[in-house]
């Protein structure tokens, strides 16, 4: 099976700070692959670099098979690659359905004249966007909220939004920075339904998340990453038990410790 | 509430000519109109966009240039040896060709600057209203220079059965005006309420999310500031054949100052806000000017235009849906809470 993303032998320098070394991985079509490591690991750049934001100093990245080096992130998310940022990240004095309304704003293509005019074709497709949107409301559970302002929901609910958006323009293949960030437990189980409904709808996930056991319970596949390169990569259950994993994220005595336990278990 | 301004200013200005005879303010109230078309234009880039234009003037003035210099004809020699002479036509076709003219230079003036926005934007435009008007000054070959373009023809409309009308009495230019305004008004309203207009809210509100979902910034803002010098350079033609005579002054920035008020005071990203501001700061100098000397009638101006803004920071419109928004009852703006939510919450 050939892979929907390849991130090959990417680098990224600021000046003479490297957020990432050198990352390898690819992601199948089909899979919730997660991106794990200690805060400043160059997930979050990485993330910038697949969705165009930043163009990386050395390697490349393709999307199914196409190289983005030259893809403004405009183009990238009309490719079907969509993303959601760490940051709660939504229109914030627009209503709900507006703000889905923004994210269905690449459908159709009316003419200049069309949309100057309101002809039925216009208002034809203005209803079906309008009933596109409030299909992806129903969906992320946010039907009540609707008709108000993003900015003033609950953070977990704002996380929602943000994922209604990315969800919005259709993608085959999702990048989700942290979504579960600001949500509580049940939020946070309900929105791991919700990501499972959207890989079996045929969406790729690629997942940045510190919640570990969301992360464990939801993956197919994780990929950890330290001081900007891959250190592990494997099943959930790989992972859990893979020394460098242990080591990044809890120091090197600990690992050692960890790993005398172990021996000594 | 607010919905409702725009419809009941058709009403109420359809029928003024009705009853008003008097054509100094006829004169005012068609200066104003023409003015207000301008703001409209503003708007759709300042309140919608959020980029500023500080030499939108230009677009006014060369719409005015353009529809004069069509009507009157011209005759200019340009380096090697060509020569371009045009007889004069009519005033419609130098309304049509202004619209055009001043639309691909707002064109071409969005893609220049879009790259790089914000401030850079403000000093591109306001250079380039500045370079436009020292060309105007000096290309006196075309332009007349500063002895002003004169004897510019009144618009003329081709009547389907009846011939030509020129509009030659006050009250026929006022209706022009005040069509034309309509249509610009309609244009904009449409505009916003497109997935065009989200666009361009999405992209005002929070770029790398608009970007993230695939709208494109540069294409966007370009046709915002097409449209928007197109609708300026509309107002310029009304402009030359009303007033029948323009010189470079047209360009004067203090010109794009009373658009940049008439817009922030009555409301930037609202439509009927240029309305509301075109309407007060196109009428108060002449409401002011019968009752005191002057010099205070520009204090009083901005003292008026201060306190506005002290009490209003977001323009008189948003204040005034702010006011309705908050009248109606609680149970119209907040749903009740459904079963699923409260469990979501919890």
Request: one cysteine or more; aromatic letters at 8%; charged letters at 15%.
């Amino acid at each position: 099976m050939s892979a929907i993303l390849s991130v090959e032998h990417v680098g990224m320098r600021f000046g003479g700070l490297t957020a990432i070394a050198d990352l390898h991985f690819d992601v199948k079509p089909g899979e919730i692959l997660s991106l794990i490591g200690p805060n400043g690991a160059g997930k979050t750049t990485a993330f910038n670099i697949m969705t165009g934001f930043l163009k990386p100093t050395t390697g490349r990245v393709l999307f199914e098979g196409r190289d983005l080096a030259k893809t403004k992130p405009n183009e990238i998310a009309r490719l079907g690659l969509a993303r959601t940022f760490q940051r709660t990240s939504v229109f914030a004095n627009d209503t709900v359905l507006d703000n889905v309304l923004i994210g269905l704003q690449r459908f159709g293509e009316p003419s200049l004249l069309e949309r100057l005019l309101p002809t039925p074709r216009a208002l034809a497709l203005e209803k079906e966007t309008r009933a596109r949107a409030e299909a992806i409301i129903d969906m992320v559970g946010l039907s009540a909220r609707a008709h108000e302002k993003a900015g003033s929901l609950s953070y977990g609910e704002q996380r929602l939004v943000g994922f209604a958006l990315a969800l919005a323009i259709e993608p085959r293949m999702l990048l989700l920075d942290e979504p579960v960030s600001g949500m509580n437990a049940s939020e946070t189980q309900s929105f791991v339904g919700l990501v499972r409904k959207v890989r079996d709808a045929g969406v790729t996930i690629l997942l940045v998340e510190h919640d570990m056991p969301m992360v464990m319970e939801v993956s197919d596949r994780i990929v950890c990453l330290n001081y900007g390169r891959l250190i592990a990569e494997g099943t959930p259950a790989e992972i859990r038990n893979d020394a460098a994993v242990i080591e990044a994220y809890l120091g090197k005595s600990a690992a050692k410790l960890d790993l005398k336990e172990a021996a000594n278990a | 509430m607010t919905r409702l301004i725009a419809p009941l200013f058709l009403v109420v200005f359809a029928l003024v000519p009705l009853w008003l005879n008097d054509p100094y303010l006829m004169n005012a109230l068609i200066i104003t109109g023409i003015f207000t078309i301008c703001a409209m234009s503003l708007n759709l880039l300042l309140g919608y966009t959020g980029q500023l234009s500080l030499g939108h003037v230009a677009f006014f003035g060369i719409g005015a240039y353009v529809s004069a210099l069509t009507a009157l004809g011209f005759d200019v020699s340009l380096p090697f040896g060509l020569r371009i002479t045009h007889e004069g036509g009519s005033p419609l076709l130098g309304f049509v060709l202004a619209i055009l003219i001043t639309g691909v230079t707002g064109y071409l003036i969005g893609r220049l600057s879009f790259r790089v926005r914000g401030a850079y934007f403000v000093i591109v435009t306001i250079s380039f209203a500045e370079v436009v008007r020292l060309v105007a000054l000096n290309w006196v070959e075309l332009t007349q220079g500063p002895l002003a373009l004169t004897s510019i023809p009144n618009m003329t409309l081709p009547l389907p059965g009846l011939g030509d009308l020129t509009l030659r009495t006050k009250m026929q230019n006022y209706y022009l005006v005040l069509g034309v305004a309509v249509l610009s008004y309609l244009v904009v309203a449409r505009l916003v309420a497109s997935r065009f207009g989200r666009a361009m809210r999405g992209l005002k509100e929070n770029e790398s999310l608009a970007l993230s979902l695939g709208v494109n910034a540069t294409r966007t803002l370009t046709i915002a500031a097409t449209v928007s010098a197109a609708m300026a350079g509309a107002a310029g033609s009304l402009y030359a054949h009303y007033i029948r005579i323009i010189d470079p002054d047209v360009f004067l920035f203090s010109y794009t100052v009373t658009m940049v008020i008439m817009v922030v005071a009555g409301g930037k990203g609202s439509l009927a806000g240029p309305l509301v501001g075109g309407l007060i700061f196109g009428l108060l100098p002449v409401a002011l000017r019968p009752v005191m000397a002057p010099e205070a009638q520009w204090i009083v101006y901005g003292g008026i235009l201060i306190a506005i803004l002290f009490v209003m920071p977001n323009g008189i419109v948003p204040a005034l849906a702010n006011l309705t928004a908050r009248r109606r009852p609680a149970s119209l703006t907040k749903t009740p809470e459904t079963p699923a939510e409260a469990g979501a919450q919890s």
